[in-house]
């Protein structure tokens, strides 16, 4: 049994939104509060919310965790 971890990003629009809902859906938990942050390279805001999920599989880095 392996806890998993992924920290989902994404520029503020309704994508993130999608991004983490999809993610729930798939059995991923929210975990702590999101970040909001202003990405001056991009000229845009970004958020970010982690996300963990408990698997029936060994962790292995070769995982793709999007997947899981």
């Not at 970040?35 to 982690?50: E, G, L, P, T």
Request: hydrophobic share 40%.
């Amino acid at each position: 049994m392996a806890k998993l971890y992924r920290l989902l990003t994404e520029e503020d629009t309704s994508v993130f939104c999608h991004k983490v809902s999809d993610a729930l859906a798939k059995g991923w938990e929210l975990y702590g509060d999101p970040s909001y942050a202003f990405d001056a390279a991009n000229n845009v805001m970004r958020c970010a919310q982690a996300v963990t999920k408990e698997v029936a599989a060994d962790y292995s880095s070769d995982m793709k965790l999007g997947q899981q």
